[in-house]
């Protein structure tokens, strides 16, 4: 079935985002037969693009990856695309085109996915505001990094609010929109066993692992700016965290989920002062081999030195009746060895063994949900070996592969833009969710701060810094292997 006709409107429609996540995603839905076939999409932006020059640029990206779904489709999408020029913030801004263009389908459904800056977030919502563009129909989308800090945050979010409401507003992580990590919701509440053991009780440790083999990929001042915490703790990781840790909702509504998930990053035990040095490990990459060639460090990248991390190991604690004290280790990094993300839920031991070490070593279970490369559940049991005679125990593992679902996905963006289209919000970052995650984050980046020490070093290619496995060490515990890889792969 497909969602209700709107019109989809790009700011920053030829930029970074857009080209790389946005346009392909938009074809696949486009194709899929899920958007409306009338629907219209507005790709915006300060240069004036002409309709053939964005039909080259369009088709420059996606035919080559969607080879034979583009012969079919790509003419008529492109029919769909709209190229618009508006200067945005500038003094001589001209919205004539695009009143005129929106002009056209008055009562119609509105998306403004804004993929630009914060910092002309509020300039595109007073642009909205002044030329009569906004209405109850209208959905504002935002993407991270909302604020560096939760001051700033504050700011954005009220400026927008200015002009949408909240249950307008659509704050996109796209971790969210990824088919394993909404399989984790399944998971746990369509499973009887799952959920009676998700507790303290139950539960010794948990990994939480989002590891990247790429560098800066051009994004340099971005990046330098920001850092691993800011671009992927504060939000994906923590996000993740929190529909780990959530009790169950009363019910898969976006006030629900969203309820829920704000209390977990509520109650994340604060880390400040020696705690931080303590708890946390923060690296740099240098020179390295990745992926089989050379690779400059990031100093190189960037033409300079500077301390932001692009490495982050935090142990971290959620103090409420159902986890306190399982620590959360939550790990991500650039130039890693491998690209993979996962949770890691690792199981208490049996209290007692029964069969007295005779058998074998009775492992605890473990259960990893693989979000990236490929999607998977994996649980390891104890089991006896198949034989007559003595009883011998060994670990083996139920798995369940989904080798279709990030093909169908893509990278979350198409579900997510399908969902703002049909108004639910659940996938969806309510503000009390970002001010608590700032809330975490600020004083660990203050005292790395204001200690004024550089990040470990760690060679491109490798695992990150060695303090990272002496953090798990310590409590017993080693980082899990890549689902499929074992540690002597490594
Ligand atoms: C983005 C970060 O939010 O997520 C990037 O800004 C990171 O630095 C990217 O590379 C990772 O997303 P994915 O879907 O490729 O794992």
Redesign the pocket.
Known sequence: MSAPCADLVLFGGFGDLATRKLWPSLFNIYVSGEMHADSRMILLSREHVSREEMSERVEKVIAPVEESLWQDHGQRFLAQLYPVSVALGSDDDDWSEFVTLLGERPEGIRVYYLALPPSLFEVACVGLSTHGLINSLSRLVVE?PIGHDRESAAEIINGIAQHFDEEHVYRID??LG?EAVQNLLVLRYSNTFFETQWNNQSIESVQIT?A?T?GL?G?VTF?DGSGAMR??VQ??LLQILALVCMSPPNRMDAASIRQEKVKVLQALKPLTGSAVAANTVRGQYRAGVAGGRPVSGYAEELGGKSHTETFVAIRAHVENWRWAGVPFYLRTG?RLQH?F?EVVVQFRPVPHDVFEGHAGTVQPNRLVIAM?PDESLTMTLMVKRPGRGTVTIDPMTMSLDFPEAHKNIG??YQRLMLDVINADQSLFVHRDEIDAAWAWVDPIIEAWSSSGAAPLDYEAGSWGPREAEFLLARDGHSWAPPYGLEESEL
Do not use: F, I, P, T
């Open positions: 991270k796209h971790y990824k989002l990247e790429v990929e994004r990046y671009d992927m939000n994906h650039k690209r993300g990236q990278s979350g």
